[in-house]
């Protein structure tokens, strides 16, 4: 997993501008469970029993107003992630081939052009056949063996495969999944017997259809922050080739690796962006970097050990996102800060399904008691976060929480990070919080705003990732 996200989907609520406090409305540690429970009873009455409350209610809200930071558990961290990983599959000084996963698992897959393309059984060499623009050859899987279909559906045999689609022309792309894509396709029959689609083509061209997913179509004066980006996923890309290697290809074409959407992404720009900087990236040691990155820190990125555990990286600690005296690069960003208020029953229902360990038989009688954050990373990211419901205690950890606390809208997509403060209200509750994405390493909206200022793309990565240096490996 790279846990980044694009900071092109799910930005569909504007925020206000509002002040994120620290601990506001969060329990203390040293308050006893059945006090915990009482306190949540009395945000979320129950008729009869709550009444004779009140006085021990407003102590406790006193003393929630006092809260301290809970220590952090630091022998219960997550295993260490793997840093930088380097795979033999790049050789410095040659420009590297990439394979992309565009579809994988699937029963069936179409594939056409946009100019005359081959299709060839790779095992025997063997040409199945040659079709013009826009004819559509389809693929299915049929146990270990690939059924392979022409144009107007006449039945062109079985193969063991893999399948490879070549154009012909040569500007012609090929078209997977409703977008276009430069480079060949290879389609592969899987252990499981399910076809996998593979894009393979040249690192440079790949990147054209990765910057501006990642961080949008930017306009001239933002171009700095377009070689910062392209700098940062050549960096991500030559660091991980090989990785998905088991699965027969190098990376997917997702948020697990990088958003990529190919030739029907591109932007001249970005294209740009990419030939300025064509072969550079970012090393630490003479090793390609570990180049995270996500949408908004909102002020300040995470070190990466407080996100994940593991070991420290020295060039993925904690920054302040401003220069001496300047705001936050990243303020201007439509997820600066933001809101989410849940009614009860809503969160109840969301937890009941995305809350881990919950016996699924029992889901549908979720009755949420408490909810308390047990601990913050020094940046004020939530590290821990109790909650107390009829099915017991269940203590979710950083990369956990996004993903169980599912925002109360169409798709119910992850809470944006983990920056965040708890409201309670008579029948809700509210968090309040900043920033996108994981927040280690390279800030987007920062990087944008970084280069509205007039900083170049060096400074920009030099800011997020320390000590870095910049180094071209081909040519
Ligand atoms: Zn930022």
Not at 12 to 28: C, F, K, N, S
Not at 79 to 85: D, K, N, R
Not at 342 to 347: E, G, P, S
Not at 372 to 397: D, F
Request: proline letters at 6%; aromatic letters at 8%; glycine letters at 10%.
């Amino acid at each position: 997993m790279r846990f980044s996200t694009s900071i092109m989907r799910n930005i569909e609520d504007r925020v206000p501008a509002g002040i994120v406090t620290d601990h506001a409305g969060t329990m203390p540690d040293l308050v006893p469970d059945r006090v915990r429970s009482a306190w949540w009873s009395a945000h979320f009455p129950i008729p009869g029993w709550v009444a004779w409350w009140p006085a021990l209610v407003l102590l406790l809200v006193i003393l929630g107003c006092a809260g301290r930071p809970a220590p952090s558990d630091r022998s219960a961290r997550p295993a260490p992630s793997e840093a930088a990983p380097t795979t033999g599959a790049f050789k410095p000084g040659q420009l590297p081939m990439i394979r992309i996963g565009l579809l994988v698992n699937r029963d069936s897959a179409s594939l056409t052009g946009t100019g005359r393309f081959r299709v060839v059984d790779r095992a025997s060499g063997e040409v199945i056949g040659t079709s013009s623009s826009g004819q559509i050859w389809r693929m299915q899987a049929k146990g270990a063996w690939i059924d392979v279909s022409a144009p107007g559906g006449s039945a062109q045999g079985l193969y063991t495969g893999p399948i490879q689609v070549n154009p012909l022309a040569r500007e012609g792309r090929l078209k997977a999944a409703d977008r276009e894509y430069r480079g060949s396709m290879e389609v592969v029959s899987n252990k499981n017997g399910k076809l996998t689609v593979v894009n393979i083509l040249d690192v440079e061209n790949y990147l054209r259809g990765v910057v501006p997913p990642e961080i949008g179509k930017l306009k001239e004066d933002r171009i700095e922050a377009l070689k910062a980006q392209a700098v940062a996923a050549r960096t991500y890309t030559v660091a991980n080739l090989g990785r998905r290697k088991a699965l027969g290809f190098d990376l997917y074409g997702t948020v697990a690796d990088q958003v990529y959407h190919g030739y029907s992404a591109e932007w001249p720009l970005a294209d740009r962006a990419i030939s300025e900087t064509r072969g550079m990236i970012a090393t630490y040691d003479g090793k390609p970097i570990a180049a995270q990155y996500s949408s908004t820190c909102a002020g300040e990125t995470e070190s990466i050990e407080d996100a994940w555990g593991g070991n420290p990286i020295p060039y993925l600690r904690s920054v302040r996102d401003r220069d001496r005296g300047s705001d936050d690069f990243c303020n201007h960003s439509p997820v600066y800060t933001w809101r989410v208020e849940w009614n009860k029953n809503t969160l109840e229902n969301i937890l009941a399904t995305r809350l881990p360990g919950l016996d699924p038989r029992k889901r549908g009688e979720f009755s949420l008691r408490d909810i308390s954050i047990k601990s913050r990373s020094p940046t004020g990211r939530v590290q821990q976060l109790e909650i107390k419901s009829n099915h017991g205690t269940t203590t979710l950890r950083s990369g956990q929480i996004r993903s169980a606390l599912r925002r109360p809208v169409r798709g119910q997509p992850m809470l944006r990070s983990t920056k965040f403060d708890l409201k309670f209200r008579q029948n809700s509750v509210v968090a309040e919080g900043g920033g996108y994405g994981h927040g280690i390493g390279m800030c987007q909206m920062g990087a944008i705003g970084m280069a509205g200022q007039g900083y170049k793309y060096d400074r920009i990565l030099k800011h997020y990732y320390r000590g870095i240096d910049l180094d071209r490996v081909y040519n």
